[in-house]
């Protein structure tokens, strides 16, 4: 079956200190990962790509196709970075891509 | 960058009653759309495609009678909730593809509370 996983529904975190949100799949084919985010009140908007192996804000995070697993890290929390964040897989299907999202993690980051 | 406007952003209506919630493509054309459901606490659910000019693919378990989808022009799909009961209460969102860095850009959401 294809599915998302995020183990952790709250995560909080000091301030300085690193994060790691967890994010395992499913999927039998070659997976496109994403990680969208989503502060208070705003609209859901992405964060990265696994294809674009980039750092945005500071996060990155690496596919790990031997653990199925896609999570994402920062080295050190701001308080800003407290929002949702939701882990995503592209899926085709019936010639469309679409996505599949895991349940979220609410990242908590205290003074 | 490209934007998705839905509309409205919250809506309160009456059971047995229908809403229509728009979500238009601003600066970009969009043949495909998607409708999401979200559960307070929960995950986006995958409502259904929009397909402009055709029809509407749904997801498992979703009644295409009760959530219908029109998508007749490259910026605009509307989802309108016919005969509304409470436990459609829910917070609709939508999202188009823009072939951008973005790819899949969504809209802000609209909160939809049948009483």
């Known amino acids: 079956a294809q599915r998302v996983t995020q183990p952790e529904k709250l995560l909080s975190v000091f301030k300085g200190a690193p994060v790691e949100l967890k994010c395992n799949y499913s999927?039998?084919?070659?997976?496109?990962l994403f990680w969208y985010v989503q502060y208070s009140r705003q609209r859901l908007q992405l964060l990265l790509r696994h294809i674009s192996r980039e750092s945005i804000k500071g996060f990155t995070a690496d596919l790990n196709k031997g653990e199925t697993s896609f999570h994402l890290k920062k080295p050190f929390a701001q308080e800003e970075d407290s929002a949702m964040y939701y882990c995503?897989?592209?899926?085709?299907?019936?010639?469309?891509?679409?996505?599949?999202f895991g349940t979220g993690t609410r990242l908590k980051v205290l003074a | 960058g490209a934007v998705v406007s839905q509309h409205p952003s919250r809506v309160i209506c009456k059971s047995g009653t229908s809403v229509k919630i728009e979500c238009r493509s601003l600066?970009?054309?969009?043949?495909?759309m998607f409708w999401y459901r979200q559960f307070p606490k929960q995950s986006l659910m995958l409502m259904a495609t929009s397909n402009e000019g055709s029809k509407a693919t749904y997801e498992q378990g979703v009644e295409k009678d009760k959530f219908l989808i029109n998508h007749a022009s490259l910026t605009l799909s509307t989802l309108t909730v016919t005969s509304a009961h409470p436990e459609d209460s829910s917070f609709y969102i939508c999202?188009?593809?823009?072939?951008?860095?973005?790819?899949?850009?969504f809209g802000s959401g609209t909160r939809l509370t049948v009483v």
């Open positions: 999202s188009a593809y823009d072939r951008g860095p973005n790819g899949y850009t």
């Open positions: 995503a897989l592209s899926r085709l299907a019936s010639g469309t891509y679409k996505y599949i």
């Open positions: 999927y039998s084919g070659s997976p496109e």
């Open positions: 600066d970009f054309q969009a043949t495909t």
